[in-house]
């Protein structure tokens, strides 16, 4: 009788460490990000809802009807009402995630019209090259050099990716999101950011002996330290180019 009595105890711990670990999540920083936070959000609500509604019934199926004599109880083959209850309602729930999913998808990859800041990035074994079009500015990072793309807040940034030897994986796990970087294809994509600060980046693809290093920083910064910093460094490539 005991461990009966423990189970809805150890069902609470499950699902408090559930939540826990959900609750991990981290808030996007991007407005694409949000969106996809938000679907994650709604898929742990429904689940916890079926968890707590399937749990529950097994909890109370198993008190109920416990052993309580050699008699066998009733026995039912089949009930065709509880079966198409049971049939639609995973139906209708898949169905729902599915439209929101699709939304969330069409969101995250929306580029309405132009964007503000275009950058082309480049991954390489092994690290990452940031290039700014229409301006001289361009960020390399190096073995002993963590590169910077540094954005301003508030404004679309799209982001053409490239690889020019193998398939590298473009990952800032603050923005929830990440795409790959395949020899010969550009994906391209917008990022938002919505809060200055500086976030971790790094790539999540196993592309060589020195995978570990291709790490960099995202700084996004004001409107006003954007444009002095892209000053700044177009000034000083201009200057690394021969006869200027
Ligand atoms: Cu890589």
Redesign the pocket.
């Known amino acids: 009788m005991q461990p009966s009595r423990r189970a809805p105890a150890r069902w609470l711990a499950v699902t408090a460490l559930v939540l826990a670990a959900a609750g991990c999540t981290p808030e996007s920083v991007t407005e694409q990000g949000q969106a996809i936070y938000n679907l994650y959000s709604l898929f742990l609500y429904i689940a916890a809802v079926v968890f707590v509604v399937v749990s529950g019934l097994v909890i109370w199926s198993v008190i109920r009807y416990r052993r309580r004599n050699d008699e066998l109880p009733t026995q039912t083959h089949g009930n065709n009402r509880l079966e198409l209850i049971w049939t639609a309602i995973p139906t209708v729930i898949v169905l729902v995630l599915f439209v929101f999913t699709i939304q969330a998808q069409n969101k995250v990859l929306d580029s309405p019209g132009e964007a503000d800041v275009n950058v082309t990035a480049t991954?390489f074994?092994?690290s990452w090259r940031f290039t700014y079009e229409g301006t001289g500015a361009e960020v390399v990072g190096g073995p002993e050099t963590i590169p910077e793309l540094v954005v301003p807040v508030g404004q679309r940034v799209r982001v053409k990716l490239v690889?020019v030897d193998?398939?590298?994986?473009f990952y800032v796990p603050q923005t929830l999101f990440k795409r790959q970087?395949i020899p010969g294809v550009t994906n391209e994509f917008d990022l938002t950011f919505e809060r200055t600060g500086l976030f971790h980046g790094q790539?999540?693809?196993?592309?060589?002996l020195q995978?570990t290093d291709?790490v960099f920083r995202v700084r996004v910064v004001t409107q006003g330290e954007y444009q002095s910093w892209l000053a700044e460094t177009t000034r000083r490539g201009a200057a690394r180019q021969p006869g200027t």
């Open positions: 991954a074994q092994w690889s193998v398939v590298h994986s970087a790539c999540t693809q196993f592309c060589g995978h291709m």
